[in-house]
């Protein structure tokens, strides 16, 4: 649980370049009901080690509107998000400041490496989070939110908004509403 007092400093413009490059750890294990996979980190994300660690972000609000957890979790409550059968990866692993930074070739060699990630945890669902890049990784260019046709490591597939403020097309109750069907939804078999 966090229990920072106040928000952590904003870091400067150095240090966030400094962490071109870096990666955040996968963060799961077996059994999760949800697996979300983001782009790629953020460079925040990438200096503090902790998925969706931009301030502002609109997943931590997404996730609680949409019923998925009991109070708006931060980045660093980890344990908490685990405890509730959500983990978080990524796509491509390396920070950049902009996921449009990322080359098409990226993003398609992202694949195996993520089926092998969802083959070994088993998660209920894989969620993927961002529409572009999942077209451009997958091939298909038509993809919609929803569950999609096919499946990753074994496990079924379903495509969510990205909840970046930058998909400003998407604002919190439709975000949250996308999120809450994928929720309520149970996984086939």
């Known amino acids: 649980m966090s229990t920072a007092m106040s928000p952590e400093p904003r870091p400067t413009r150095q240090q966030l370049l400094g962490a071109y490059g870096t990666t955040v750890p996968d963060l799961g294990r077996p059994g999760l009901r949800v697996l979300l996979c983001g782009i790629n980190p953020s460079l925040e994300s990438g200096l503090r080690g902790l998925h969706f660690a931009t301030p502002g972000n609109r997943l931590w609000p997404t996730l609680h509107a949409a019923g998925w957890t009991p109070r708006r979790l931060a980045p660093s ?7 509730a059968g959500i983990g978080i990866t990524n796509l491509v692993a390396r920070a950049t400041a902009r996921a449009d930074e990322l080359t098409d070739d990226e993003l398609r060699a992202g694949l195996p ?4 990630l969802v083959a070994r945890w ?8 961002g529409l572009s890049a999942y077209r451009t990784a997958t091939g298909h260019r038509k993809a919609a939110v929803g569950a999609q046709p096919e499946r990753l490591g ?3 597939v379903w495509l969510l908004p990205n909840p970046s403020g930058l998909n400003a097309s998407w604002q919190l109750p439709r975000l949250a509403a996308a999120y809450a069907e994928l929720w309520e939804t149970p996984p086939p078999s």
């Open 122 to 129: 088993q998660p209920g669902w894989l969620a993927f989070c």
């Open 113 to 116: 490496l993520l089926a092998d």
């Open 77 to 83: 409550d980890t344990a908490e998000l685990l405890a």
């Open 154 to 156: 074994g496990r079924p």
